[in-house]
């Protein structure tokens, strides 16, 4: 059984910044694309950011490019999210989650349906 953790949530002022950490126990972790998404109280599940294999491939939801950043240790079997110049919009769950399949990709990173395991979140909260 795949197992995500995330870590790094919490409360900060509108234009601060926060570090998401999300280790996977999974061997083939580096054949995954990984994803970040979020869910704000009363709202449905949001893309945020996505990573394929490789480093190189990453897509971000308009709302947070140029703010947020995802990267991935593919040795450490972990995925991060930068998030800078935070609003207070940025305030929800934040869930890690895994694609193993990727059957296609890149048309799918968007789409929670599409990642097989998830992590239980951590909250971002962000005061005006």
């Known amino acids: 059984q795949v197992q995500l953790v995330e870590s790094g949530g919490g409360l900060v002022q509108a234009g601060g910044s926060l570090r998401l950490s999300c280790a996977v126990s999974e061997r083939t972790f580096s054949t995954y694309a990984m994803g970040w998404f979020r869910q704000a109280p009363g709202k449905g599940r949001e893309f945020v950011a996505a990573i394929f294999r490789s480093a190189g491939l990453t897509n971000y939801a308009d709302s947070v490019k140029g703010r947020f950043t995802i990267a991935r240790d593919n040795a450490k079997n972990m995925v991060y999210l930068q998030m800078n110049s935070l609003k207070p919009e940025d305030t929800a769950v934040y869930y890690c989650?895994?694609?193993?399949?990727?059957?296609?990709?890149?048309?799918?990173?968007?789409?929670?349906?599409?990642?097989?395991?998830w992590g239980q979140g951590t909250q971002v909260t962000v005061s005006s």
């Open positions: 989650a895994a694609d193993a399949v990727q059957s296609n990709w890149p048309a799918t990173y968007g789409i929670a349906g599409s990642y097989e395991y």
